[in-house]
């Protein structure tokens, strides 16, 4: 059963657009999430894209790891550019580089799981 969902990509393909998108309204946002402003940010941050990372490896196994770890940090980038432009928001360095280490830890998990790795 295990087996067989893991290799279903277009699950995958759509959790990580469901994700991408979730993620972008809650980095664009300017309503205060109670539980989500009660989290220490770079955590957030990292969550997200090491979630992100498994997704995409999972959904679009055709694309080299170069090309997953570039798209979602390109990702990351557009995230803290419109940052800087909302009231209350503003562009951060240090969240791209937990963006970064979350898309690392992704990668990480991805190749140290053996069924996850193999099914590429």
């Not at 402003?37 to 790891?65: C, P, Q």
């Not at 419109?82 to 190749?111: N, P, T």
Request: charged share 15%; proline share 1%.
């Amino acid at each position: 059963m295990f087996n067989k969902i893991i290799k279903n990509q277009k699950l995958f393909k759509t959790l990580f657009f469901i994700c991408l998108i979730s993620i972008e309204l809650l980095a664009t946002t300017t309503l205060k999430i109670e539980i989500i402003e009660s989290m220490w940010d770079k955590s957030n941050h990292l969550i997200a894209f090491f979630t992100l990372y498994i997704l995409i490896s999972l959904g679009f196994r055709e694309l080299s790891v170069i090309k997953k770890s570039l798209y979602l940090l390109l990702f990351a980038i557009q995230i803290e550019i419109v940052q800087h432009f909302i009231e209350g928001r503003y562009f951060s360095l240090l969240d791209i580089v937990a963006d970064s280490i979350g898309i690392a830890l992704g990668y990480i998990a991805i190749v140290s799981y053996p069924l996850i790795s193999s099914t590429k």
